[in-house]
């Protein structure tokens, strides 16, 4: 059985996800079997993928004729330069659940993702495993990204900053690691559960939130991951905080942190929701900025509560106890 899974999950990026496969394959370590995750690709991944794996030519053919939308869901095993691999197409339901999708089929000790727009360079996995080898405690490990170059022209170079230890601070404002440079250990989702399929955006946020709670993460020094798609700036970020509000509710009610980290995650809701009413007034949607006033007062008020609850100091005046209210996905 093989010590890592590694899960690639994609949809329509057939020449990316080619790419990307070819550098698992130039990995040093080789004790690790693939799992790829066809979320409903409709551009030809499938025949790309049979092709790539020496797939028997009256099965390329027979995939080659068929209509994308006519392409049920059916999972194929291929044998590559000695390392097991399992193609596994569905249809499209989103990343999230790609990735709990390949979770879920791993036999791996630990678990290793590659988005279909990333690289690995060839010691990635190597480094992970001797780390792990040496610190039996570590969970979760992570390692540095670099950016490569965008339309023929060179990216601005910049690496996340290495974060190690307790950085359960840190993963509140913003995903702190990069889903292509993590590797988990199996207990890890057993202890904190998988991706929220219900997100369409953060539910790597989501995810590190809830493990970040519970284990450390070690940053590994050694070989970078190349990341080829850019982050989303701008207008567009700030408005994904709406899915952070939501995970961050989810944590606050789910009745598995500590007082310090729910008054931590109470004051981040606050933070995020003044963010929120800020842009929705801005763009003149008073419905939205109404709804994310009201939460960011309700949760003052917890953050009220839970300051005095620490220190022992009775809350006067404070009125009507707030009723909870249900997590539900932005739209």
């Known amino acids: 059985m093989a010590r890592i899974s590694v899960v690639v999950p994609t949809c329509n990026k057939k020449d990316m996800v080619t790419e990307a496969i070819d550098s698992v394959f130039g990995q040093s370590f080789r004790d690790f079997e693939l799992i790829i995750v066809d979320d409903g690709s409709t551009d030809g991944t499938p025949v790309q993928i049979f092709s790539t794996f020496g797939a028997q030519p ?8 068929m209509h994308p939308t006519a392409v049920r869901p059916f999972s194929h095993p291929f044998l ?20 709990n999708r390949g979770i879920r089929c791993s036999r791996g000790a630990y678990v290793a993702f590659l988005e279909a727009e990333d690289l690995w360079d060839g010691g990635h996995l190597l480094s992970h495993m001797r780390f792990h080898e040496g610190c039996h405690e570590a969970a979760v490990s992570h390692s540095a990204v670099d950016h490569v170059k965008e339309r023929g022209r060179p990216r601005k170079a910049r690496k996340d900053a290495p974060l190690s230890g307790w950085i359960f601070d840190r993963a509140l404002e913003a995903s702190p690691v990069r889903i292509s440079a993590a590797m988990a250990h199996k207990l890890c989702f057993q202890e904190c559960g998988v991706f929220d399929e219900n997100l369409p955006a953060c539910e790597d946020y989501d995810l590190w939130l809830r493990m970040s709670a519970h284990f450390p993460f070690y940053h590994v020094e050694g070989p970078l991951v190349r990341q080829r798609s850019a982050r989303p700036q701008g207008a567009r970020t700030w408005s994904w905080d709406r899915y952070r509000v939501y995970a961050l509710e989810k944590a606050f009610q789910g009745g598995r942190l500590n007082p310090e980290q729910r008054l931590m995650v109470a004051s981040e809701i606050v933070r995020k929701c ?27 008020l917890e953050v009220r509560k839970l300051r005095a609850s620490q220190s022992g100091t009775p809350l006067v005046g404070q009125g009507a106890e707030p009723v909870a209210e249900e997590c539900i996905v932005p739209a």
């Open 58 to 65: 009256q099965a390329i053919e027979e995939l080659s004729r």
């Open 80 to 99: 590559h330069d000695g390392i097991p691999v399992w193609y596994h197409y569905y249809p499209n339901r989103g990343l999230a659940a790609a990735r």
């Open 274 to 300: 003044e963010h929120l009413v800020e842009g929705f007034t801005h763009l003149k949607t008073e419905e939205r900025a109404s709804f994310y006033e009201r939460k960011r007062k309700r949760f003052v």
